[in-house]
Every structure is written in structure tokens, then in C-alpha cells.
């Protein structure tokens, strides 16, 4: 038995010491505390598009980020797609692009325009694009942002089939989709259908980048991250305030990795520091919880910076 309490204490001590000593110094935070990291999804909204997204409806009208900033191959513009938007800088202001258009575009959308008529507070026709707006989706556009959010409409009210199989009323405009579901307008997820593969895989809490990225190439999205990382926190489970080792393998060797906490409830804990995998892809880091942390199922989550593979192990605290 002594032995036994022995072989445990050595380890803790050897936890210890590697919480005191890091893995890595800290990660700089300044570039983080300039954006907000969204759990949801794993990307970060900085800058000019986090002043925009928070001044034009945030969430309600763009849903989470789904992409982090990168550079646009196609005409070198920087732009995040959103849950329903793609955000762009031009010039030096951030804007929405056209991305209801450009859904319409992909899938070979068309409609005529109709009859020119007069608009009344019922009916409001555009001769821009030869549409007209009414009922309920007249009145979303016209409280949520009109022309300067969703631009013209680039259809009637039509009948179409969406992802989950059922029909629905919609209507597409320049750069938003309306449907109409329980009585009650909605926005298509038009960005989620649009973003490059390759840009949508989220980043660890504890590491925002320090700006736009490349585009790069679909065939990225062939690649299966996770497909020999695995894991475990001990001792487990334990009780808040406890020193706690993670170790991890099947990272690349010398890769940094980044760490965070899954806390109960939901929300993420960044660690303010990297681990370092050895030359066999081996990771072993300390860290310790706070004595009023909540007690329950956590999970701490390491993710490769350069193969991207994330280990996440479960762990218990408890009283």
C-alpha cells in the first residue's frame, strides 16, 4: 500500500512540476482579446466584422461563424461565411456579399420577373429585379434591415423542398433566403451550404489567428484528423482544486498542440499554454482545477496545430 501511495505521490509531483514549468509560455492574448471565439462552431469574429455583426443583428441575422477570415482566391478579397451571410471587406469597411445570388447561381436557379404594379402598403414591387414583397416576409424584411441586410429580391414567394425533405414557402433575395416555417419567417443557412470544406473546421478556444488565411484547396477536406490520436486525464475521477495530468498520442512529432477545457454547462476554457509532443507524437502535461469549479463530466481537448488531430478525454470531479 505504501508503495502504492508512493508511485501516486511521484506522479503528482512530476504534475506539478510540469504546471509550474509550462509546456510552452504563455500563448500572447492580445490577439484574442480582440475577437470573440464562438464554441458553437470553433471560429473567431475580430475586427471590423465583429463590430458588423454586432451592430447589424448578430446572431438572430447571421447565425455563428463558420468559417475564420481567409483570402478568396477567386478575386483576393477577405471574407468569413456565417451560418446565413458571407461577410466581405471592401475598401476598408466590412459588407455583405451577394450570397443568395450566389446560392441561386450554384444550383442553376432562375425566375422571370413579373409584371411591373403599383406599390401599396400590402404589395411593394422592386424594378430593379422585377419582384415584388408582401406578407409576412414584407414585414421581416422591412424590420430587420430592408435593402442595406437582404438587398432586392431576386424571386416571388415560391414553393420549394429544403434539406430536412419538407416543402416550404421561400423567397430569395440578393442575399438572403426567407422561409416561412410554423408561421413564422426564418433565414436559410445559405453560408453553411456555401463555405469552402476546407474552411470549416473549427480551432481550439486558446488560439485565434493572427489573420486572414489562405483559402486553400477542397481536396483538404479529404483528411481525417482523428484517426489515431487517443487520450486520457487522470487521476479520475477526482475532486475540484486537483492537480490533473493529460496525456495524449498520435500527434505528429514536435507538434504543438493546443489544450482546452470542455466545462459543464457548455462553455470552453482555454489553457494559456501549448504542450509539445515528442518525437514519438507522445503528449504529458499538468494542470490543475480551481476548488469552487463546478463538479460533473469535463473533457480536456488537445488539438495538433499542424495535423489538426484532436484528443479529447473525459474526466470526472466530484466531491
Not at 71 to 93: C, H, L, N, P, W
Not at 138 to 166: N, V
Not at 193 to 198: G, N, T
Not at 275 to 294: H, K, M
Request: positive net charge; glycine residues 14%; hydrophobic residues 40%.
Amino acid at each position: 500500500m505504501s508503495q502504492r501511495r508512493g508511485r501516486w505521490t511521484g506522479a503528482l509531483s512530476l504534475l506539478a512540476l510540469l504546471l509550474l514549468l509550462g509546456a510552452l509560455p504563455p500563448v500572447a492574448s492580445q490577439a484574442q482579446a480582440a475577437k470573440s471565439y464562438f464554441p458553437q462552431t470553433g471560429h473567431y469574429v475580430g475586427g471590423a466584422f465583429k463590430d458588423y455583426w454586432e451592430s447589424r443583428g448578430g446572431l438572430a441575422i447571421f447565425g455563428y461563424p463558420v468559417s475564420e477570415e481567409f483570402i478568396q482566391k477567386s478575386d483576393g478579397r477577405v471574407v468569413q461565411y456565417f451560418e446565413r451571410a458571407r461577410f466581405e471587406v471592401v475598401g476598408t469597411s466590412a459588407g455583405l456579399g451577394l450570397i443568395g445570388a450566389d446560392y441561386m447561381r450554384a444550383r442553376g436557379l432562375g425566375f422571370p420577373r413579373v409584371a411591373a404594379t403599383a406599390s401599396t402598403s400590402a404589395v411593394r414591387y422592386f424594378a430593379e429585379t422585377g419582384h415584388t414583397l408582401r406578407g409576412a416576409f414584407k414585414g421581416y424584411w422591412e424590420s430587420r434591415g430592408g435593402l442595406a441586410i437582404f438587398g432586392f429580391p431576386l424571386s416571388e414567394e415560391i414553393t420549394e423542398q429544403l434539406d430536412d425533405g419538407r416543402n416550404y414557402t421561400v423567397q430569395y433575395f440578393e442575399r438572403a433566403r426567407f422561409e416561412l416555417a410554423g408561421g413564422q419567417v426564418r433565414l436559410g443557412l445559405l453560408g453553411s451550404a456555401l463555405v469552402p470544406c476546407q474552411r470549416r473546421p473549427g480551432l481550439p478556444p486558446n488560439s485565434p489567428p493572427a489573420g486572414p488565411v489562405a483559402e486553400g484547396n477542397a481536396s483538404e477536406c479529404n483528411a481525417i484528423p482523428n484517426a489515431v490520436a487517443s487520450g486520457r486525464v487522470y487521476p479520475s475521477p477526482s475532486a475540484p482544486g486537483a492537480i490533473l495530468g493529460f496525456e495524449a498520442r498520435g500527434y505528429l512529432p514536435n507538434e504543438p498542440v493546443s489544450l482546452w477545457l470542455n466545462v459543464p454547462g457548455g462553455s470552453t476554457r482555454g489553457l494559456p499554454y501549448q504542450a509539445i509532443a515528442d518525437s514519438t507524437g507522445y503528449v504529458l502535461i499538468g494542470f490543475y482545477t480551481q476548488s469552487n469549479e463546478p463538479t460533473g463530466q469535463w473533457s480536456m481537448v488537445g488539438q495538433g496545430t499542424r495535423s489538426g488531430r484532436v484528443v479529447l478525454a473525459p474526466f470526472v470531479l466530484q466531491w
